[in-house]
């Protein structure tokens, strides 16, 4: 019944607790409220049982001889203790934080919770943020040990007093290492160093020999292998003294889960990096340099290129080391035997957490693709078998071809050979072999592999690497990027609406990948082609509101300009190898929309963007005194009764060859919603009111811009006296070089007027309020 009640209380939520309970068999424990990092690792889960003489507190499951477990082992006498694990504790916890510190030079955080053992022997854990204390107290006799892997790290004796030791440390090729400390590793040869701020590295009394990068495998100078899964950057090889590094970054190509060597950095403390790109490009602190098959010397590195590949030959301490990169594998050769300490993913490949120099997560981000049904599991096994078969065999006793094949059949399982995938790891076993003064003779040959292989002419874009496409050596698209388009059946971007001009943006890799040449693609009007442009190989098309063979239409409110990107079509072409393509887009400008809002101005006008999509224009609403229109009227203005008002409507990124405004109908209300009562109306169907002898329309529905007046007025037995004014505007679009107008726009209406309102010519001041809202509705309000 323990593990119920522990983990309902796990499923509490509680941040402060305190949990007591025996224990007399093998118990499991969610401890997940005081997580505790136990060399590098954290562990939410401890797992108890008794085995005769002693008792084990492990992390990674119940102990048992061959388990090689994270574990504590104290005595065992009555084959139980009593555990309690408290957050609360606070007093205790400043305590022993004060007590640790102390004690331990290598502990800087403080203590946030604890995991108590008592009788019959007594001792915990005490977490510390990312670090973590045992804490023992029992006679000098009693001994508790510190198992990393089944390896015994520190053996603790008891005192009279509170020992703690510290159980952080590092993790280095799976052995446990105290901070500030040094140990061997089993061959005697390498010291294992973690320093006080556990931080790994590695000395060897004899570093000679290869490191092998290919694919997403790391083969370091132990023959030890390791793989990367994800898209970061990392140290391949350190050498602090010399103020070197070497940095391997890794990317993504055809699926999103399977990451390969993409560059590698020759980083100096002093003088310029050097990056080895693909395609056997380089540059020299930011700037491409051409290479030959003799060295060019660039900061006393030795630079130089043949068909397979460039190679960098620099000096650590007077011990030469050679870096070869052709775009696949990167290889690292140490030809004299040096004693020096070394720390990257080459030392050991195991230290892919401390060699990761990304500082932005996201390349940390997993993937998981389905899986390529492609795949012959067998077909991979003799794939990769090959290297311990003629010509490759000759070679086996001086390289052993186990890590490369194993490597070989991790990627191959999972990623389909294509792109000389499969040949890409014989030809890093060959490398390796040459190296080694084993030469294997035209294994190309027997290996039904190019060579070289074939690399991209151009260059390829970030987002992009360089693969077969349809039998040819081209730039494809890198998965992750690509699946922003592939997974909404899109090519490229959307349409973008800016100025009365649309542009529509096709990724050139995509294009290529589904067999189109972009040199095929126009617009409507064949002489409107894409511009490409040879960095990102994104290809650009243009259009505006009366050009490339735009099409003008009306949907409802809106006025919609459409084009299509179109393969070319010659009746002339006997044959065509081209599939046959058709991409609309459009932009549309909103015609104004009614709402029950008022507009205020500021600043003695008003302007009000209009949005569809991304393509905006812009109206304006001024109010004047003068026929003229040079006396703007604003909020301080004296405005009589049958004084006459000039209204001009303005608007700003219109193609006044293509649309043209219209005041479709102006009227007043006495209440600021244009459906109230009573209603007088000023301008009906574009026309002026032919009873009020004061309205009159100018240039309405002419272009862009348009005008009306009228005599000022109240609403009769209306207290307070307020006149809310609203107008509606539509756009037109023009048809057969004209615009489809009402017939009376341009005609003055009759003099004769039928007095509403305050007829009498006395004097009021009247000030104006605007409110803002929606662009069709524009209400001024008069109040005395």
Request: aromatic share 10%.
């Amino acid at each position: 019944m323990l593990l119920p009640l522990l983990f309902l209380f796990a499923a509490a939520g509680l941040t402060d607790a305190s949990i007591q309970f025996p224990i007399t068999e093998n118990t499991q424990v969610d401890t997940s409220l005081c997580p505790i990092t136990y060399f590098g690792q954290e562990y939410t889960t401890i797992y108890i049982n008794f085995t005769g003489e002693h008792m084990f507190v492990c992390f990674n499951g119940y102990y048992h001889p061959e388990s090689n477990g994270d574990c504590i082992k104290a005595p065992n006498t009555e084959s139980k203790t009593y555990f309690e694990l408290n957050t609360e504790d606070y007093s205790f916890l400043n305590s022993v934080t004060f007590d640790v510190k102390d004690s331990i030079n290598t502990i800087t955080n403080d203590a946030t919770c604890y995991l108590r053992f008592d009788h019959p022997t007594t001792f915990g854990l005490i977490a510390m943020g990312s670090q973590s204390v045992l804490w023992w107290y029992n006679p000098p006799q009693i001994i508790a040990s510190v198992l990393v892997n089944g390896d015994v790290v520190e053996n603790v004796p008891g005192s009279e007093n509170w020992v703690y030791s510290d159980t952080s440390g590092c993790r280095i090729s799976g052995f446990g290492v105290k901070p500030g400390t040094t140990r061997q590793s089993l061959d005697n040869c390498t010291s294992l160093i973690c320093s006080n701020t556990r931080v790994s590295s590695t000395k060897s009394c004899l570093v000679k020999g290869l490191c092998t990068v290919t694919g997403p495998t790391v083969i370091d100078f132990r023959g030890q292998m390791n793989s990367v899964s994800d898209r970061c950057e990392y140290t391949l090889l350190q050498d602090q003294s010399a103020g070197f590094s070497l940095k391997a970054n890794f990317l993504e190509r055809r699926r999103r889960d399977v990451s390969f060597v993409d560059s590698v950095t020759l980083d100096f403390s002093q003088g310029a990096d050097i990056q080895l790109l693909q395609g056997h490009r380089v540059l020299v602190g930011g700037s491409p340099v051409t290479l030959s098959g003799s060295v060019q010397t660039f900061n006393g590195v030795g630079l130089s290129k043949d068909q397979t590949g460039v190679t960098a030959n620099i000096s650590l301490n007077g011990s030469p080391v050679s870096v070869f990169f052709d775009g696949t594998t990167a290889q690292t050769y140490i030809d004299v035997p040096v004693s020096h300490t070394f720390t990257g993913l080459c030392a050991d490949s195991s230290s892919s957490s401390s060699s990761r120099l990304s500082s932005d997560s996201s390349c940390q981000e997993q993937y998981k693709d389905p899986a390529d049904d492609t795949i012959n599991p067998t077909t991979v096994i003799e794939q990769c078998n090959i290297l311990k078969s003629a010509p490759f065999s000759s070679c086996n006793a001086v390289v052993d071809p186990e890590s490369y094949i194993i490597a070989c059949r991790n990627t191959l399982n999972k990623y389909p050979a294509v792109d000389g995938l499969r040949c890409q790891f014989l030809k890093a076993y060959a490398k390796a072999c040459q190296k080694s003064q084993s030469t294997v003779q035209n294994w190309w040959t027997a290996a039904k592999c190019h060579h070289p292989e074939p690399i991209c002419q151009d260059k390829c874009s970030d987002h992009e690497f360089c693969g077969d496409i349809h039998g040819n050596t081209d730039c494809r698209c890198r998965a992750i990027y690509a699946s922003e388009y592939t997974e909404q059946n899109r090519l490229g971007g959307p349409t973008v609406c800016k100025d009365n001009t649309a542009s529509l943006t096709l990724v050139g890799c995509l294009l290529k990948e589904n067999g189109i040449d972009y040199n095929h693609l126009h617009l409507n009007d064949k002489t409107c082609t894409g511009v490409m442009d040879p960095e990102s190989h994104m290809l650009k098309f243009n259009f505006s509101s009366d050009s490339c063979g735009t099409e003008v239409t009306t949907n409802n409110s809106q006025v919609i300009f459409t084009n299509a990107v179109v393969t070319r079509n010659s009746s002339s072409d006997l044959i065509t190898r081209q599939d046959k393509v058709f991409i609309e887009f459009s932009c549309s400008h909103p015609a104004p929309e009614l709402q029950n809002v008022a507009f205020k101005i500021i600043d003695n006008s008003v302007e009000v963007v209009l949005q569809s999509g991304e393509w905006h224009y812009s109206l304006t609403m001024k109010a004047y005194s003068d026929a003229a229109q040079t006396q703007l009227l604003g909020p301080n203005s004296d405005v009589r009764l049958n004084q006459k008002i000039w209204i001009v409507l303005e608007t700003n990124g219109l193609d006044e060859e293509v649309v043209s405004v219209v005041t479709d109908s102006c009227w007043a209300t006495s209440g600021n919603s244009p459906s109230s009562s009573p209603r007088y109306d000023l301008i009906t169907d574009g026309c002026a009111n032919a009873e009020d002898g004061t309205v009159q329309v100018m240039g309405n529905g002419q272009g862009t811009s348009n005008s009306f007046s009228f005599n000022m007025f109240e609403f009769s037995g209306k207290e307070p006296s307020e006149v809310y004014l609203h107008c509606q505007l539509q756009l037109v679009v023009k048809k057969n070089n004209s615009f489809p107008l009402p017939g009376c726009l341009g005609v003055s209406p009759p003099l004769s007027w039928s007095g509403w309102g305050s007829s009498g010519p006395a004097r009021r001041r009247r000030s104006l309020r605007y409110r803002r809202g929606a662009p069709a509705l524009i209400s001024m309000v008069w109040t005395p």
